[in-house]
């Protein structure tokens, strides 16, 4: 007799397609025929298995179908679990968007910038403190960055994000062939596997979800207009991935073939992508429920790839209930919670000490609409693509030793970068015992925590630094530093938009101590950031000041 619970899961995926469907991944070289013959299960002879379609040819992952009026799901699940030919079996599933939309428009990216005005101040990522090292886009090699997004649809014609989109460099749009050979015809901005066809507009799938998770990750910086994403000038995979787990699987397969056939190819075909970001789940599942969904992430990982994953908007211990695909095990995935303007965990947003590594700004960040807009965004949704964009943001960084790392052991360089991030976040109340790393992100500590791995960054016996006074000031500040050796020294201002406005000392001076004014009489009220180098490109100190 059925319990209860399964009662329920019955009941529950009758009302859609995917209670008929199970997810397979075979062992090497065995075929679908294997299992879906008559005699693969006789003492379930009414299950009446079938081929629905391939998910990765590569993992020899496959969609079945079966009878659920017919045949008990669960013992079917598991009578296929045991088949010598699987490896690996799991039922298809609906994912829910995640997501709490807020529509209160200000035309404000506190979490950028938090000068505490109609939140907590200094409660942002430190993005302009960042931006002064680098804005995105390409590594000091020249790869062009590329982070894939799982959602449902995008504008591609929003004014902040057409410069942005990646296209598919293999494949020449509209003539209905396959150039690259890779299984899919024309997916030139990708693909819609919701649908299996390659329109990933919002205006074909009616979604509103799409186009504010990429402005976060890479909506075009300094260009005049609207808002910044992380990144300024990244590369948006747009693939429309967002209602069965299936999707997601094929997604993910799409996602690594193109990054390994750009590692073997050293970089002539397929698309250097770093990083890939999913604000989709499904409450309460286990890892156990969806084993192939969590290989996915190993191997991703194994090419190069990190994926990042939005938890649950619910206030719920993961640990405790479950999540997908926060829960997942793989050191290649980044899970993130949402943080508010107060810097405190948002009250729906889920936590877990063992499987939420970290919080970022979710709940009313600021970014792109549909409409060829700006508005307000918030939930787990808005919080997990801003570490996407770290990701990519990091790979960008002007270190060549990295990119050598990245090159030579692409594994390797991917868990620099999220031991980077985890170790560089912002230390909050509401996350610590909530979270792997106790903290918010903070995108210039990231940075300056990667430039530490490799011994770049000046360590604090190489230099002393007073900070300037008086802060606030109307019209100067001093510094002090003292040298202990002799050194290349940079002291420049920046503005609240990351651009470059005075270099004020750049020369070799002696060991020993110096002092220095900097005339700020000149420039408008608001606030501005001193950056002091030593050794070119080496950034040791960072200071906020604030002109009255």
Known sequence: MKTILQLLFTCLLSTVNAQQQIIVQLQYEK??????????????ISAKLQFKKRLSESLNIHLLEFDSMQTDPFKLLAAIKNHPAVKYAQFNAHVDIRSVPNDDLLCQQWQYQNEGISGKYDADIDALEAWSITTGGTTVEGDEIVVAILDGGVNLN????????????GEIPNNNIDDDNNGYVDDYYGWNFNERNNDIT?????????????GIIGAKGNNGIGVSGVNWKVKLMMLAANEEVDDIIEAYDYILQLRKKYNDTNGQEGAFIVATNASIGIGG??????????????????????????????????????????????DFLITVTNTTVDDELDSFAAYGTTHIDLGAPGNGTFTLTNEDDYGRFGGTSAASPHVAGAVALLYSTPIPQFINEVKQNPTKAALLIKKSILDGTDPLNDLHLKSVSGG????????????????????????????????????????SFELLDKSNVSIQLYNNLGQLVLTDLESTLNKGKHWRTISLSAYSKGVYFIHFRVDNLTIHETFKIVLW
Not at 31 to 44: C, D, G, H, Q, Y
Request: with cysteine; glycine share 4%; proline share 8%.
């Open 202 to 214: 919002n205006q074909a799938l009616g979604s509103w979800h799409g186009t504010p998770v990429a």
């Open 31 to 44: 075929k679908v025929a294997e299992i879906t013959n008559n005699r693969s299960f006789p003492n379930l």
């Open 158 to 169: 929003h004014p902040d994000l057409e410069d942005n989109i990646w296209t598919n460099k």
């Open 440 to 479: 918010r992100l903070n995108l210039h500590q990231s940075l300056v925590n990667l430039h530490k791995q490799f011994g770049i960054i000046s360590q604090p016996n190489q230099t002393k630094i007073e900070a300037p006074y008086p802060n606030p000031t109307s019209d100067k500040v001093m510094m």
């Open 285 to 330: 599942a286990q890892p156990t429920d969806h084993p192939i969904w969590c290989e996915m992430y190993n191997l991703l990982g194994q090419e190069g790839i990190l994926s990042v994953a939005a938890t649950a908007n619910a206030s719920i211990d993961v640990d405790q209930v479950g999540d997908l695909p926060t829960t997942c095990t793989s």
